[in-house]
C-alpha cells in the first residue's frame, strides 16, 4: 500500500469513528465542540498513532482507534482554544467555534474535547498500566503545547527571538502530539522501551518539520486551498523560521505587519525565495525529517515503518 | 478527630503538596495556573478523596494523595476558565487569572492544570485498572462540568427556567466533581462497585448541597469574607435555588440585575427571609445531604464514615 492509499483509508476509518462516537450530538454545547472535529482534516495524527502500532506489533492496529481518535481530539482541541487566542476567524474552510458561537462557548467546547481524549484512551483494550503510560504521556503533551503556545504569542511582541528559541516553541507547540502519538501507539500495542523513545523523538522530530512546512504553506498557498487565512503569520507578527532566517539576511518582515493584499503578499515570496530564505527553511526540515527517519531504522523492517518514513517525506512536501 | 481538626490537617497537607509541586515556577504560564490554586481555599474535595479512601480501606489515605490533588487542581482549572466566562475579576481575595495576566494566559493556565490533573491521577501507586477507571471517572466529570456551565449560562437569558433544570445543571457543574473525589477515592483505595457507587451518589447530593449553599453564601455574606464579589448572582442575571424560589413567590429578581449598593442588597436578603425563600432553598439543600448520608450508611462504621456525614452537614451550615 502506498501511503496516500494509507492516509485515505486511515482517514476513513477516522470519520467512520467520529461520526458514530459524534453524529448525533444534539446539545448546542456538543455541536460546537465537534463542529472543526466533523469539518474534516486529514487526520494525520492517527495515522501516526496506527502506524506506530504496526511498526511493532505486525498485524492489525484496530485495537488502538480509540487512541488514534483520542490524539485527534486533542488536536482539535488545541485548535479551538488557539483560534480563540490568536482571532483566527475560519479554519478548515468553516468560521471557527468562537466565530459561529461565541467565546465562552469556544472555551469550554474546548474543554469538553480535552476531556472526551482521555475518555477515548481509557477505552483502548489492553493492560491498565500500559494504558496508564499512554495517558500520562498525551497529559504531559498537553502541557508541553500549552508552554509552546504561550512561547508562540509572546514572541509576537519581541524581535529578537532566536533560532533555537523558535525550535524550542514548534517542538512544544507541534513536535511533542506528534511524538506522543508515535510513542502512545507503541506503548498499547505492546512495544519495549527501546522502541518506544525512538518512536517519540521520530514523531518529534517530523512534527516539528511538519509545522515549520506549515509556517511555508501559511505563506505560499491561496486560501480557498489551505482553508486558512493566508500569511496571517505574518500579518500577526508571528516568529517562523521564515521571518528568523529573512532577519539574518537583513529583510525585516515587522513591517508587514498589517493588513496585506494578494500581490503584496506574492512580491513578498519572491523576496524571500530570490533571497535564500525559502531554501534555507525547507533544508531545515529536511534535515528534522531525516533524523526522525534514521531513529526508526532500529525498528524490524515492516510496511509501516516504510509507511512512516514516507509519512515524514510527505510532511515537508505537502503544498497544504 | 472533629471535622475541622480533619479539613485543618489535610489543608495543610494538600497546601504542603501543592507548593512543592508548584513552588518553584518561575515560568509566567506556570505562575499564571498556579496562581489561584496557591491563593488558599478549604481544600474540601481532597478532603472528601482522602475520607472515601479511608471509608473503604480502614487506615491510611496518603496513598491517594496525588489523586486528591488532581482534584483540587481540576477545580482550579475549572475556575480560571469560569471566570473569564463571567466576567469575574476577584476571587479568594486575589485577582482571577484573566485579569492579572489576560485571557489568552487565562485560557491556557486552565489547560495546564487540566493536563496536570490527569498526570497526578497517573502517578498514583495502585494497579493499573483501578487507576483507569479513575482516570475515566474524572474524564467523565469534566464533560458533565463543561455541560453544567453551559447550562448555567444559557439560563442567563431565560426567565422560564424550571428548578428541575436547575438541579440538573447543579448536578453536573458542582455535584460531579464531588461525586468524582468520594468516587474516585473508593476505587483507588480499592472499595467495591457497590461502595464506588454509594460514594458517587453521596457526593453527586452534598455537592448539589455545596452549591445552593453557595448560592445563598453569595447574596448572604460580604465580599471581604467570602472573598468574591457579593451578589454577583443576582447581579448577572444567574438562576438559582433562591431566584427560582422568588419567582415562584411573585418576586421577580430581573429587575436586580444591575449594579447594587450595599443597601439594596441587605433590603433583599430582607425580603427572601420575610416571603420564605430562604428557609425553602435552606430545606432544599438539608434533604440533599440527607439523601447522601443515608446512601453511606452501607459503610462499615467508622470514623471516616462519620467525617463524611459531618462534612455534609458543614456543607450547608458553612457561612463562606
Redesign the interface.
Known amino acids: 500500500m502506498d501511503l496516500m492509499q494509507y492516509l485515505q483509508t486511515t482517514q476513513k476509518k477516522v470519520d467512520e469513528n467520529i461520526e458514530r462516537a459524534f453524529g448525533g450530538e444534539r ?3 456538543g455541536k460546537a465542540s465537534t463542529h472543526l472535529l466533523r469539518a474534516g482534516g486529514k487526520r494525520l495524527r492517527p495515522a501516526v498513532v496506527m502506524l506506530a502500532a504496526e511498526a511493532v506489533r505486525q498485524g492489525s492496529s484496530d485495537q488502538v482507534m480509540p487512541a488514534a481518535l483520542a490524539l485527534e481530539l486533542t488536536h482539535s482541541f488545541t485548535l479551538i ?1 488557539d483560534d ?2 490568536d482571532g483566527d476567524s475560519f479554519r478548515r474552510g468553516v468560521p471557527t467555534v468562537h466565530t459561529k458561537w461565541d ?3 469556544a ?2 467546547a ?3 474535547l ?3 481524549a ?2 477515548f484512551l ?2 483502548v483494550e489492553g ?7 499512554a ?2 504521556m ?3 503533551a ?2 508541553d503545547i ?2 509552546g ?2 512561547m508562540d ?2 514572541f509576537e511582541t519581541r524581535e529578537d527571538v532566536t533560532v533555537p528559541e523558535y525550535l524550542e516553541m514548534v517542538s512544544k507547540k507541534t513536535g511533542v502530539l506528534y511524538a506522543a502519538s508515535a510513542g502512545i501507539g507503541c506503548i498499547l500495542a505492546g512495544g519495549s522501551e527501546a522502541q518506544t523513545e525512538a518512536l517519540y523523538k521520530y514523531g518529534m522530530y517530523t512534527g516539528m518539520a511538519f509545522q515549520i512546512q506549515d509556517d511555508l504553506i501559511d505563506i505560499m498557498t491561496t486560501s480557498d486551498k489551505s482553508g486558512k487565512d493566508r500569511a496571517s503569520d505574518i500579518r500577526e507578527g508571528k516568529k517562523t523560521l521564515i521571518t528568523l532566517k529573512a532577519r539574518e539576511k537583513g529583510l525585516d518582515l515587522s513591517e508587514y505587519r498589517r493588513d496585506l493584499s494578494m500581490d503584496e503578499i506574492n512580491e513578498l515570496v519572491k523576496t524571500l525565495d530570490r533571497i535564500g530564505v525559502i531554501r534555507d527553511v525547507r533544508e531545515a526540515a529536511l534535515e528534522l525529517v531525516k533524523k526522525g527517519n534514521d531513529l526508526i531504522s532500529m525498528l524490524p523492517d515492516s510496511e509501516a515503518r516504510h509507511l512512516l518514513i514516507d509519512i515524514g517525506d510527505y510532511f515537508v512536501t505537502r503544498g497544504y
Open positions: 446539545r448546542e454545547l482554544h480563540i487566542m467565546e465562552p462557548t472555551i469550554l474546548g474543554d469538553v480535552y476531556a472526551r482521555f475518555e481509557c477505552k493492560p491498565g498500566n500500559a494504558k496508564v503510560k495517558i500520562g498525551l497529559a504531559a498537553c502541557v500549552c508552554n503556545q504561550h504569542m509572546s
